[in-house]
């Protein structure tokens, strides 16, 4: 039949894909851990959605990657479950490209392309087995793409394997044929434990169990349990190392927790199922995006916490993005930025303190199942109004610093990360700032140091009462309350074996000390009777008495206990303790220090800190302390090394002892910091006062290093609101302290007293003392040249004497 003039033939294309197209998903880029990601992903979503599973069978998951001696061409990557399993239809529809069971935004992956892009990625051959509990069979199908090119077809055959147990649940994926950079990366050592670190990051909330997080008590943000094995090896989940939520320090006569818990749930939103748009509105009908009805109601949430890291790192810090319990962003610190949104001008706020070269403490997991991921799930659409809206929750719309929020106009921040920022802002050492210490300055070395005991499970280290014992040591040495090689309080098993032998002093000197003894026996009864029996003799004090004597009353010394290596004497946790016990060496004669070999490779120092050598001689304790270290391990080792040698090892382990230029340079930093912050209130009320008082040469000093710190700063503002005193040198603030003493003493900046003397020298010498310690400071600071040991130990001093002049008020 012909057609009329009018009528239109209406013909038909195939646009079935080659076959090629699976092949070439392989060419996208993937690491070997997100491909072995994207295949967990989709076990875990199947256990996510099985509310029914059993609680005695927990879910797990197996990755077995090639062993080393694997010949080359045999090497295969198997990901197996033990979840539900899966029936005729939907194995079907989750092999198909592009398909996908699971709802765009209520699960992980995407069985579909994510399946397909992972198995691509490692290799040309995927066999695919899975089974249901009660069905008896497994079903298996074998993805070879590179025949599936060759026939110009999708088609692929089932088959199906008998069970030897009907009960057996689980998918399997296994891919043979990889490809050749896969197998290069994945031959490589120790890949398996690199993986396993990776995924532990990765799958940290999924990982860890209920109870794994004392400081989250909440079941919400706890964890789930999954398990994962990595060639037989269960996968560790990394835990957060936070101070816990009991813990606060005062900021603004506000007490702000070390954990800032997030709960914010946003209005519902239609949920678009093919293209993942969410459609905003009472009653949507059709998708805005794609014009699909495949719409679902669904709620949308930011939950979550943020909170302070026990230690301080100049990369392990930031804030951890989760969808669906996945970590999509790691330690992520963009949160820590803020752009000006009228001139686009991006800042980095945090860390940004003096002495922030040690780097950041704010760490946190927020949930954001809503918002959309970038298809490698490795960042989130940050252009997505989601993204945008939770940052505003976690940190706030504003700057987080006070001072700039205030001159652009905004309001405090007053988020979760805002609070944080301005009441852990400082890295001082003691409870207030909630950073270990001791009578050197903070211990961010040892801090760090312990962290790592705490990612190892060692039970005294899983909580946060070892850090907190060491902040409250600065605290009481600052007081006066210890002596300077005191510790946090500690007790511990009793000892098994002296490094010297035994010895606690002669019989005489005990009876004597309990009054038993010469003189003191008792006499025979008038009248010739006999006299009394005499009270038992007491039992010489056995050496685990003499030891849990000296424990008793002793304070740990937190910068010289942890774990020691030296070459060729191996590693031993050794614990320093300073003790008001006089000391007995092997032959019970006094001595300044004595060590002590228990069970386990552990070694316990014990310093009598008001020994004559330490109090009239002005020795350091610590130094004969490590001596005693050294000369226990050469005790243990049984070798011919020397003792100084070996201390000198033992010294370059506990790096927080260190005076170096370096070192130095940035404890003066932050005491710098402390006392710029301290002028800066005062500067709020008495800006022209202060920058009248100082000397041109300072003034001009100022204005330079403004100009290239802070170059859209208004100098001419800054020298009327106080903004001119972060950028002055030691020498200037020696000025404003000898110029302005009224201002700056009695406790405003300096505990030291001024007003209370009458006599004018009486008030200058306070002054005068002070001022030539900034000075100091301001010539060490000055001198980039080489230093002698006595010049930086002078400094060292110079700024311990600084450091107790510092008014410890609420300066934040």
């Not at 800190?609 to 391990?633: S, W």
């Not at 005076?659 to 710098?672: K, Q, V, Y």
């Not at 020298?761 to 003392?769: G, I, K, Q």
Request: glycine share 10%; with cysteine.
């Amino acid at each position: 039949m012909s057609l009329g003039a009018n009528e239109t033939s209406i013909e038909s294309l195939d646009l079935t894909p080659s076959p090629r197209l699976l092949e070439v998903l392989g060419d996208i880029p993937y690491k070997p851990w997100q491909c072995l990601a994207e295949l967990v992903d989709n076990a875990f979503d199947a256990f996510l959605s099985d509310s029914d599973r059993a609680a005695s069978e927990p879910p797990s998951v197996e990755i077995t990657l090639p062993k080393p001696g694997t010949a080359e061409g045999d090497e295969l990557v198997c990901v197996a479950d033990n979840g539900r399993g899966m029936g005729l239809e939907q194995f079907e529809q989750s092999l198909r490209a592009g398909y996908s069971t699971n709802s765009r935004y209520g699960s992980l992956g995407l069985f579909g392309m994510g399946f397909n892009i992972a198995t691509a990625n490692l290799g040309s051959v995927t066999e695919v087995r899975t089974t249901r509990s009660g069905d008896p069979d497994w079903l298996v199908a074998e993805i070879d793409f590179r025949e599936m090119q060759r026939r110009g077809s999708f088609t692929v055959p089932l088959r199906r394997d008998p069970k030897a147990d009907p009960a057996m649940h689980g998918t399997e994926v296994t891919v043979r044929q990889l490809r050749p950079d896969k197998r290069a990366a994945l031959r490589r050592q120790p890949v398996a434990a690199t993986i396993r670190e990776q995924l532990g990051r990765v799958y940290s909330y999924l990982l860890r169990s209920k109870n794994a997080l004392p400081e989250l008590p909440e079941t919400e943000l706890a964890g789930r349990g999954f398990d994962l094995y990595v060639n037989g090896t269960a996968v560790r989940p990394r835990l957060p190392c936070v101070w816990s939520s009991s813990r606060v320090v005062s900021y603004q006569g506000a007490e702000i927790r070390a954990i800032q818990r997030i709960n914010r749930d946003l209005t519902p939103a239609w949920a678009c199922q093919d293209c993942g748009h969410w459609n905003r509105g009472a009653a949507v009908e059709r998708c805005a995006e794609c014009d699909s009805e495949n719409l679902e109601l669904r709620e949308r949430r930011i939950v979550g916490w943020v909170g302070i890291q026990r230690y301080l790192s100049t990369s392990d810090f930031g804030i951890d993005f989760l969808r669906n319990g996945r970590k999509i962003l790691i330690s992520d610190r963009s949160v820590f930025q803020w752009e000006n949104p009228d001139t686009g001008e991006t800042m980095v706020e945090y860390p940004i303190e003096f002495g922030a070269t040690q780097g950041g403490r704010i760490v946190g997991e927020i949930h954001v199942d809503h918002v959309p991921v970038t298809y490698q799930k490795n960042d989130f659409k940050r252009d997505s109004l989601d993204w945008i809206t939770a940052l505003n929750e976690v940190r706030g719309e504003g700057p987080l610093q006070p001072k700039k929020a205030k001159a652009l106009g905004y309001e405090s921040n007053s988020s979760p990360v805002g609070r944080l920022f301005n009441a852990f802002r400082r890295n001082d050492p003691g409870t207030k700032c909630l950073i270990p210490g001791d009578s050197s300055g903070p211990l961010h070395e040892t801090a760090r140091e312990w962290a790592t005991l705490f990612r190892r499970g060692l039970p005294e280290y899983l909580t946060d009462d070892k850090w907190y014992e060491a902040a409250q040591q600065y605290d009481d040495l600052k007081r006066g309350k210890r002596q300077p090689t005191s510790g946090t309080s500690s007790g511990t098993g009793s000892g098994q074996k002296h490094s010297g032998g035994t010895g606690s002093g002669s019989m005489d000197d005990l009876l004597d000390r309990t009054g038993l003894g010469g003189d003191n026996q008792p006499a025979g009864t008038a009248g010739g009777q006999a006299p009394a029996s005499p009270p038992p003799r007491p039992q010489p004090e056995t050496e685990e008495q003499r030891y849990a004597r000296y424990r008793e009353r002793a304070r740990r010394v937190s910068d010289l206990s942890g774990v020691v290596s030296v070459a060729h004497l191996g590693k031993r946790t050794v614990t320093v303790f300073d003790t008001p016990e006089p000391l007995l060496d092997h032959s019970g004669r006094p001595t300044p220090c004595v060590s002590h070999t228990q069970r386990g490779n552990t070694i316990e120092v014990f310093v009598h800190g008001d020994h004559e050598v330490f109090r009239e001689f002005g020795r350091d304790p610590r130094d004969y302390a490590i001596i005693e270290i050294a000369e226990a391990l050469r005790a243990v080792a049984n070798t011919d090394d020397s003792v100084a040698r070996v201390a000198a090892e033992v010294t370059e382990q506990f790096r927080d002892q260190r005076f170096t230029d370096a070192a130095l340079r940035e404890r003066a930093d932050a005491l710098l910091g402390r006392i710029r912050e301290g002028m800066a209130d005062v500067g709020a009320l008495h800006a022209a006062a202060l920058w009248t008082s100082l000397p041109t040469e300072e003034k001009q000093a100022a204005e330079r290093h403004a100009a290239g710190a802070e170059p859209r700063l208004v100098w001419r503002e800054a020298t009327e609101n106080g903004a001119f005193i972060p950028h002055l040198r030691p020498e200037g603030l020696a000025a404003l302290v000898r110029a302005q003493p009224a201002l700056l003493l009695d406790g405003a900046v300096f505990s030291t007293t001024w007003s209370t003397w009458n006599d004018q020298d009486a008030r200058t010498r306070p002054v005068e003392r002070i001022a030539r310690l900034l000075d100091t400071v301001g010539e060490f600071m000055g001198n980039t040249g080489g230093k002698t040991r006595l010049e930086l130990a002078m400094m060292r001093l110079t700024l311990d004497v600084i450091e107790g002049e510092i008014n410890e008020g609420d300066t934040t």
